[in-house]
């Protein structure tokens, strides 16, 4: 006969959406040797936990978990989308409002791109909007450096295949002609690093510009840079199917 799976949760998980690190991250405390339960370190996510579980990462007793929150971000370019980097570089979450709660950021933009990217408190979020399999479809303004027609769009719209990693086919239309430069809108469901500056430079199309506008049904609008907004707890609840969130907290700086 199967046995019965362990009551509770993946630790792992239950660390995540207390918005103490994303999954993959804490599994990476639990594996460092960060992580206590009940009082004995651990050394495998292979665990399953209960709220009668007491468990504490790097000596801080685990936050009770707050309901799933999501904020729109208009992220200057020359800040770097990581907590903490090698280089000393400021990033996304220097310039963060000194009373925001704890956040993850929903992917990446690169240090010279720009626009929309979502903050969220919870791994399960965050998980979910990253998979390639939802499908959230990504639209971005790009600035190239050329005076292109519409067939040397084709490869991309068929899908690149760059030094061994392929790329899904991306949708690609020219809004306008400036001097030396055009501006495009481009559409891709999946976001691989610095996925559109690769392939404009293998059409000849160098990038000096790129404006991430929409992720999935969140938009850009006219959020200011450097501004954050959270969305609606009746919109987040519609849009990722989440039972409930609590009010809302809208900030602009």
Do not use: C
């Amino acid at each position: 006969m199967p046995q019965d799976p362990p009551p509770g949760e993946r630790i792992a998980k239950v660390i995540a959406r207390a918005g103490r690190a994303s999954r993959r991250e804490a599994e990476r405390l639990i594996a460092e040797g960060r992580v206590r339960v009940n009082g004995r370190r651990i050394d495998s996510p292979a665990l399953n936990v209960t709220a009668a579980d007491r468990i504490v990462v790097d000596g801080q007793p685990l936050a009770a978990a707050e309901a799933p929150r999501l904020w729109l971000y208009h992220k200057p370019a020359g800040l770097v989308t990581t907590t903490r980097d090698e280089k000393g570089r400021r990033t996304v979450f220097d310039a963060l409002p000194d009373d925001m709660p704890r956040v993850m950021t929903v992917g990446r933009l690169d240090l010279t791109s720009e626009g929309l990217l979502l903050l969220t408190n919870d791994g399960g979020i965050k998980r979910r909007l990253e998979l390639p399999s939802t499908g959230w479809l990504r639209r971005y303004r790009v600035r190239v450096n050329g005076t292109p027609d519409d067939a040397l769009f084709e490869p991309l719209r068929a899908g690149l295949t760059l030094d061994g990693e392929r790329f899904q086919p991306m949708t690609v239309r020219r809004d306008r002609q400036q001097g030396a430069n055009a501006w495009l809108t481009v559409s891709l469901r999946e976001g691989r690093n610095r996925e559109i500056r690769r392939a404009m430079e293998a059409v000849d199309l160098p990038v000096s510009r790129l404006i991430r506008v929409s992720y999935g049904p969140f938009q850009l609008g006219d959020l200011k840079p450097g501004a954050v907004e959270e969305v609606r707890p009746r919109v987040v609840r519609d849009q990722l199917g989440l039972k409930d969130t609590p009010a809302p907290r809208r900030r602009r700086n």
